[in-house]
């Protein structure tokens, strides 16, 4: 049973940074593309933030275009999102999602951004 757990969350201010991270249990690079998906608080839309699609190119979500990088150890089994410059309109629970034989989802982050 593949299991991902995220950390890395927490309460940051405007044009702050945090690093997420999510650790796959039996390691990444059996997964085909690797994402972290984001949804605000009291809504029900998650939303691509950011793709490594096969072949290793990454894939941003516009609104984070220059801010945060997605990135892949697979050596450690770990997802990576570096998030910079952070606005309130990023607050958010943040998953990250791999995809396999079906997708697999971690238990999310709580990311708030607020001064």
């Known amino acids: 049973q593949v299991q991902l757990v995220e950390s890395g969350g927490g309460l940051v201010q405007p044009g702050g940074s945090l690093r997420l991270s999510c650790v796959a249990s039996?390691?990444?690079?059996?997964?085909?593309?690797l994402a972290w998906y984001r949804q605000p608080l009291g809504t029900n839309q998650r939303d691509a933030v950011a793709?490594?699609?096969?072949?290793?190119?990454?894939i941003y979500r516009e609104s984070v275009k220059g801010r945060f990088t997605i990135s892949a150890d697979n050596a450690k089994g770990t997802l990576y999102l570096q998030m910079n410059d952070l606005k309130p309109e990023d607050s958010a629970v943040y998953y990250c999602?791999?995809?396999?034989?079906?997708?697999?989802w971690g238990q999310g982050t709580q990311v708030t951004v607020s001064s």
């Open positions: 999602v791999m995809w396999g034989d079906r997708d697999y």
């Open positions: 039996g390691g990444i690079s059996n997964f085909g593309a």
């Open positions: 793709t490594i699609v096969s072949g290793g190119r990454a």
